[in-house]
T-cell receptor, first 114, second 113 residues
C-alpha cells in the first residue's frame, strides 16, 4: 500500500507564475489536509477537504490560493501569481476518516519562488 | 491563544543521553497532544500522543509527560541513538478527531555517537 504521494517533490517558479501541487492520498483515504511549513517553523494548517468538498479552509490565504479534491484524481493545491513569500514546503496528509490523528503525511513539495 | 510554544529550538545530546523537549499551550480546549518526528526531506510521522486524562505515556524509548495544571507537556527519549537525530514537533488539537493541529516550532535534535 503506497503512502501519500506528492508531486512534484521540488518546484521552482518565477514570481507571477502559477504553482500546482498534487497530492494522491493513500488507498481508501477520502480525507485530505494541506499544511504549509515555512523555513525554521512548524506546520500550519491550510485546508481540509473530502472528495468534491472543501470542509475547512480557515488556514488558506484569502487571495491567490485554492484547493480541490475531485471525485477522480489527486487533490490539487493551486497558487496563482506566486510571490517570494510563498516559498515553503507544502505537506499533504490523508486519513480514512475525518481525523488528523489518523492521518499520514506525504513527503512534501518544496516550492521555491525566484 | 492558539499557539503552542516549543523549546529548545535545537538540542545536541551524546548517545545514551536523555533529550527532553518541552511544549506549552494556552488554549484549555486542547485535548489531544501528539508528537511528530521528521527526518530531512520527509514528511512528519506520528511518534506518540497523549490525552490530558493521563500524566505520562510510554511507547518504547519515547515518553510523554503531561502537566495539565501548568499546561505543559514534554517528550523524553531514553537511551538516545544517532538514528533519533531528526526534527521533533509537538502539536495540539481540541480533540482526537479534530481535523487540524496547531504545531510547535520544532526542535532539531542531534545525537552524537
Amino acid at each position: 500500500n503506497a503512502g501519500v504521494m506528492q508531486n512534484p517533490r521540488h518546484l521552482v517558479r518565477r514570481r507571477g507564475q502559477e504553482a500546482r501541487l498534487r497530492c494522491s492520498p493513500m488507498k481508501g483515504h477520502s480525507h485530505v489536509y494541506w499544511y504549509r511549513q515555512l523555513p525554521e517553523e512548524g506546520l500550519k494548517f491550510m485546508v481540509y477537504l473530502q472528495k468534491e468538498n472543501i470542509i475547512d479552509e480557515s488556514g488558506m490565504p484569502k487571495e491567490r490560493f485554492s484547493a480541490e479534491f475531485p471525485k477522480e484524481g489527486p487533490s490539487i493545491l493551486r497558487i496563482q501569481q506566486v510571490v517570494r513569500g510563498d516559498s515553503a514546503a507544502y505537506f499533504c496528509a490523508s486519513s480514512p476518516r475525518g481525523g488528523i490523528a489518523e492521518a499520514f503525511f506525504g513527503q512534501g513539495t518544496r516550492l521555491t519562488v525566484v | 491563544q492558539q499557539q503552542v510554544k516549543q523549546s529548545p529550538q535545537s538540542l545536541i545530546v551524546q548517545k545514551g543521553g536523555i533529550p527532553i523537549i518541552n511544549c506549552a499551550y494556552e488554549n484549555t480546549a486542547f485535548d489531544y497532544f501528539p508528537w511528530y518526528q521528521q527526518f530531512p526531506g520527509k514528511g512528519p510521522a506520528l511518534l506518540i500522543a497523549i490525552r490530558p486524562d493521563v500524566s505520562e505515556k510510554k511507547e518504547g524509548r519515547f515518553t510523554i509527560s503531561f502537566n495539565k495544571s501548568a499546561k505543559q507537556f514534554s517528550l523524553h527519549i531514553m537511551d538516545s541513538q544517532p538514528g533519533d537525530s531528526a526534527t521533533y514537533f509537538c502539536a495540539a488539537s481540541p480533540r482526537q478527531g479534530a481535523q487540524k493541529l496547531v504545531f510547535g516550532q520544532g526542535t532539531r535534535l542531534t545525537i552524537n555517537p
